[in-house]
């Protein structure tokens, strides 16, 4: 039996093959009476259109780059189910590059900006530099930021430093002042600032707004990673006045934290605050009290604007938009006021279960 072809579907429908091709195409010149009759065709017939011939005839490739570090880490995952949830309702295709080197970063930023394999180009958590913008910008492929920055070009972003301002005045509030901070490595191994520093940003100006004195042994830096968190978690709890309140730069490492109280029999949140960042799946499970930041939303906004530049070639290049996420404080139960001791430690034990996941 032959595969049913758009004249077919034409035929069916009483309509030319260039209607069913506008229809197919979502091309707003079609009547809406017309439109239903060439899509009802198209379910009687069960037809697909050939995805190379619809390429041609709109002059697309109909896919999307996305370059994203680490892909597999809860966070990247939530954005990009966001991303993915836009491009396939829009019918592109999304072609996904993973960074997890320097070099590879290098390799991708230098290669996508050729313009003849991609729509456009979605950039998440890599901040470009400015050669890199350049490049990106001369070729006309429209681009957007996630988590990312750069003046020139289109972005969808969260405001670090007042996340972690608010994580940090959250735990000053309950009445803590030795308050520690966990994070991955300042210095990203990507050239750019990473939300790791800004978030250190936000610890340190609400201490000092507070007129906390800023400890640097109350600081530990790390790869980011659960048993790396519970490895620091260690060393600050061993400390002579260990810290009541430890706030991470993810929920990731706060359940490294979490880990390391309970393998050393402190109770939380009645020895010791535990407050994370992101608000991952994961987070409310284990009654987290974090930062959420809107994760899959992030993805879905990006993805969008996206399309938006993809499908209005007309807009001017130099019309840049830095579209800000809201962040919000989510209280749970890991943070309470400091123990009125801190030096008598007691053992109310926690739920292993939660703790060794």
């Keep these: 039996m032959s595969p049913v072809t758009i004249r077919d579907v034409a035929k069916a429908a009483g309509v030319g093959v260039g209607t069913v091709s506008r229809v197919i195409n979502q091309h707003p010149s ?3 009476s017309t439109r239903q009759k ?8 069960d037809y697909s259109p050939n995805p190379i011939a619809r390429q041609l005839s709109l002059g ?3 896919s999307i780059a996305v370059v994203a570090p680490f892909f597999i880490r809860p966070s990247s995952v939530e954005r990009l ?23 590879r970063r290098d390799t991708l930023f230098r290669i996508l900006p050729r313009g003849d394999s991609f729509d456009g180009i979605l950039i998440v958590t890599l901040s470009p530099q400015d050669v890199e913008a350049d490049l990106l910008l001369q070729v006309q492929v429209p681009v957007v930021l996630v988590d990312a920055h750069h003046p020139r070009l289109n972005r969808v972003v969260i405001d670090d430093v007042a996340g972690g301002h608010m994580a940090t005045q959250h735990l000053i509030d309950l009445g803590h002042s030795r308050i520690a901070y966990i994070s991955d490595i300042l210095e990203s191994p990507f ?9 250190f940003q936000g610890y340190r100006q609400a201490l000092a707004a507070a007129s906390i004195p ?16 519970e490895r620091l978690a260690h060393q600050l709890l061993e400390l002579p006045a ?22 050393r029999g402190i109770a939380i949140p009645k020895q010791l605050s535990v407050i994370g960042f992101d608000d991952i799946e994961i987070a409310e499970y284990m009654h987290l009290t974090t930062i959420h930041q809107p994760l899959f939303t992030s ?12 499908r209005q070639p007309s807009v001017p290049p130099g019309r840049i938009e830095e579209f800000h996420l809201p962040l919000r404080l989510v209280q749970r139960q890991t943070t309470a006021p400091p123990p009125a001791s801190a030096i008598d430690i007691v053992d109310d034990g926690l739920d292993a279960d939660l703790i060794n996941y």
């Design 30 to 32: 079609v009547r809406a």
């Design 38 to 45: 060439v899509e009802d065709a198209i379910a009687t017939l």
């Design 60 to 62: 697309k490739t109909l």
């Design 81 to 103: 189910q966001g991303v993915e949830t836009v491009l396939s309702e829009a019918n592109y295709d999304l072609v996904l590059f993973n960074v997890e080197t320097q070099a």
């Design 191 to 199: 050239r750019h600032e990473g939300a790791s520093a800004r978030r």
């Design 214 to 229: 800023y400890r640097h042994e109350y600081y530990r830096q790390d790869r980011h990673g659960v048993l790396q968190a």
């Design 242 to 263: 260990p810290p009541t309140a430890i706030f991470t730069a993810s929920d990731t490492q706060a359940i490294g934290v979490l880990r390391a109280a309970e393998q």
């Design 299 to 310: 993805g879905v906004e990006g993805a969008q604007r996206l399309l938006e530049l993809i």
